[in-house]
């Protein structure tokens, strides 16, 4: 995660100096951040004090390096286990793919009303393809 460009304090500053009766526009100016950052900023630490955000940031850490620990061990456990492939299946075929194939049947002269085509725009769902 990319670290931020104010510390805690900084932070903690702001939204001090915002409830103390400074609009957010002015906070914002003088600090050089935009609205939208401040808020979020806002939603996050709103209502802490310093050592509250520094106990925020030690969990935090904690709970990545929690996350980094299980994902290390879990692919290895995936990798023992094997799975049986399924047998037939087929991949789902785009618009496009549907398309040409009504096509190729169409110059080859076996279009039949069981062959799958994309329904053009605007058309109804009753749309066929051998009009």
Wanted: net charge positive; charged share 30%.
């Amino acid at each position: 995660m990319r670290n931020s460009r104010f510390t805690e304090t900084q932070i903690i500053g702001m939204i001090k100096e915002q409830e103390a009766g400074l609009t957010v526009a002015e906070v914002c100016r003088k600090h050089g951040l935009s609205p939208a950052s401040f808020y979020k900023l806002k939603a996050k630490f709103g209502g802490m004090d310093v050592s509250d955000v520094r106990r925020l940031k030690q969990l935090e850490e904690e709970n990545a390096k929690l996350k980094r620990l299980v994902a290390e061990t879990i692919p290895s456990r995936r990798s023992s286990i094997s799975r049986p492939k399924a047998v037939g299946a087929r991949r789902a075929k785009s618009k496009y793919q549907l398309r040409s194939r009504t096509s190729e049947r169409m110059a080859q002269g076996r279009n039949s009303k069981n062959c799958w085509t994309a329904i053009p725009s605007g058309q109804s769902s009753r749309w066929k393809a051998n009009r």
